[in-house]
């Protein structure tokens, strides 16, 4: 009886070993695959900047004149905090 029982909890942890190997290999798979259609976009981009040094962070805005679509965005605003 004891063998039986074993038996059965060696099976269902080979099963289960099976089971997430097979995981592992179709989520590795999945990230190897590019994703239908996808194009790495190109093409020109100009932006536009504006910076204020008057106060500390420095910011400023920014306009996006000619690649907006290829960015996904045509303006927003920025800080910059240097190092040192």
């Known amino acids: 009886m004891r063998k039986r029982a074993l038996d059965r ?12 190997l097979l995981l592992i290999v179709v989520v590795f798979l999945l990230a190897l695959v590019p994703a239908a259609g ?16 008057a ?16 960015l996904g965005c045509s303006e927003g605003t920025f800080v910059d905090i240097p190092r040192g």
């Open 38 to 53: 996808a194009t790495q976009p190109s093409g020109p981009v100009t932006i536009e900047t504006e910076l204020s040094f």
């Open 55 to 70: 106060s500390f962070p420095f910011g400023g805005t920014f306009e996006v004149t000619e690649g907006a679509a290829l």
């Open 9 to 20: 909890i060696l099976k269902e942890a080979g099963m289960q070993r099976k089971l997430m």
